[in-house]
DNA sequence: AATGAATGAGGATTCATTCAT
DNA sequence: AATGAATGAATCCTCATTCAT
């Protein structure tokens, strides 16, 4: 009873235990401030049975940052059935709130991403992939919810759609409860649309060009 | 005579030698990736003079942070006698410029942003003061520009004007070349206008929503 | 079934599997070098499993010594039946094959012998002691062709016989293909025919004192 | 009087001790068996000043060799002055005072000799290259006592006189008391020279070639 | 006959900082 | 106004070894 130490060696529950542990310290402090002993303590197995599950601490945070996409993936993914033109807004308060739920994801990747070492981190590496993919992923939606939208405008309005959001993410980082994320949220929501549906009615214009339409004012 | 007179020590050039190392240093490695050994290699001058300038690392690059700002105000800021009416455009220039050629203070000020250590750094908070100057600065530019938006409008609207360029500041950062900066903030400059007057329009309908009521100021 | 089932453990292959990984590293990088992990990764099994074949990493590095041992002096041994006449020539040819052919053992072996540790390895010991038979092998050897040499000439000469092959293996080691190892071999051959000789008359000499001296003239 | 710590920085004196423990502890452990812990311990100085005075082990180690082979090299060398024709007999004198006395050099050198690592140690190269130079000595001191020697001869007796040398070193390493180093090298000293006299009558027959001469059986 | 997992001790090296000069 | 030298704590990681299965 004093020390009913659990012995059973239990594998794939001391990896879960440390990738918990060093998902929040990484996500508190970045890579450099992530040190393996403190690691150990948060997850309570010695600092060498950290290396018998990771070949090393890049490797150890790059494993983090993709279990925590995955993680936050399945925190905004719309489930099945959904009505479509509830996705929009849908998703829009899914990532709001997988951001105020688990925001390690994404400030341990934007510490990453803004790192600029002599040697890359496979780990900042991980981070930029997911990203890729998130990116491909929102095209794809805009396409389908803008047909005609060109390639320049979609890649632009993406990477402002992205981009944005990490920038309202730290706005809230910083800012703590004094920042209203959903009205914030809400504004990126429709400044994207508006934005989307200009750039589409310009397409437009811009093709028929000889034609008698009508100048389109900004929304 | 036999010795090669080293000229008089300089504290003001020493300063600046170290300012310069640790500022380039901070910025690509952030706070705890920022070792004094190496911004010792990189100004020339050996670690104890770094502690002769200053009180400690965070000493240090709270100073980083400080003299950044500096420079890149001076970066931003618009010439006195310019014509006012072309101040958003040729501010939203100023700071892409700003922001691709000492992009120092911004990349170390979001990397201390994110983090979340048990001690505050003076550093972060040097930041995060830097940055409410910038907050008050843009809220005043907006009011005057938008006359007649409510507190919590110009609130929402500089908080998202601040954080969305933030955010493509690190796509650029992420993505180099191939983002388009001058793109990303011409639309940004755009869909920050036009919300700016959508919400201003509401506000007035809401406003004067039954009858001649007087105006009521928020606040 | 649907395991492709493990071939039957088979200890004898492992463990040769393991001496055999063993012996190459712990040759190329001395007994402190040789990490029973590297040891693990070139034998493809896993550490534990060399503990169940070996008590300990001494007791490892002890039985590559011995099984090294036996392997170089199979390779060195004159088969039965050869012309006793032809042995030295032989064996010396011999000799320099075993050296270029299998290196572990002699290569190990010194390393083994230089070191001075406070705790005696019984790697070293074991080393030692092989070395210690062919110390008497030779001697008896030497006694069988010069016989009438005392046994103060023998231990001289055998010490310097095997002490200058071990030097003549560094010389090897060090220079490579460079180093003409038959040659140097061939003139050490001679070298200590001559010498044994010269001793034999000395004591000859000695012995009948007081008769018609006739001089010795060095070389 | 208890505790008279000279705080007094003194490089030199450090530096100093430093390489006087690392001399004593890597001829006795090798280089893997060498600790910079130890080396602490042995020269009173915390590990990390001795980072101050080398960048890491393996220029530590070097510099032990460097130093060990000046220091040997002064107790090996000839006084100004001395009768030439002595100097044989006496440079063996002192060859085997200096590994009796100051054996660090050379067991250090050998170990590293014999290394096979997968990147080369600085303290190895340095170790070869000294032994070069003594090649170069002996080589010179040879051909002057031997005029016309051919090169292929000289070549051969050096490597021979040398790494005999080197291994009777190791023969008095492992037998300690027992082996009669003076004796050995005696030998040794006249056995090289009896073989550069033969050697060189052997080239003056080849090189007479028409002449009469009759085979030289060996000896 | 093995092995996945664990573990405390120790490995080299760097850290921020101080101190005497 | 500086700096050579020192230093204890911390860094990441590897070590030989054990243990439960």
Not at 54 to 77: P, Y
Not at 138 to 157: A, E, K, N
Not at 182 to 197: E, T
Request: glycine fraction near 6%.
């Amino acid at each position: 009873m004093s020390k009913p130490r659990k012995r059973r060696a239990n594998g794939e529950e001391s990896r879960r235990k440390i990738l918990d542990a060093a998902e929040v310290v990484a996500s508190e402090r970045g890579y450099d401030g992530t040190s393996i002993a403190l690691v150990s303590k948060k997850s309570g197995l010695p600092a060498s049975s950290i290396y018998w599950h990771f070949k090393d601490k890049d490797d150890l945070v790059a494993a983090v940052i993709e279990r925590s996409f995955g993680t936050w993936l399945a925190a905004v993914a719309i489930p099945d059935g959904d009505d479509p033109r509830e996705q929009v807004s849908e998703m829009s308060m899914r990532i709001v709130k997988s951001l105020l739920d688990t925001p390690h994801f994404l400030r341990l990747g934007l510490m990453l991403a803004l790192e600029r070492r002599p040697e890359e981190l496979r780990a900042r590496t991980a981070f930029l992939e997911v990203r890729d993919r998130a990116f491909e992923q929102i095209s794809t939606t805009l396409r389908d919810f803008m047909p005609g939208l060109d390639d320049g405008s979609v890649r632009l309005l993406t990477t402002y759609a992205i981009s944005a959001a990490d920038g309202l993410f730290i706005a809230r980082e910083i800012g703590g409860d004094s920042v209203d994320l959903v009205a914030l949220f809400d504004l990126h929501a429709r400044v994207v649309y508006d934005a989307a549906a200009r750039l589409k009615a310009e397409v437009r214009t811009r093709n028929s060009d000889s034609d008698t339409e009508t100048e389109i004012s900004t929304s």
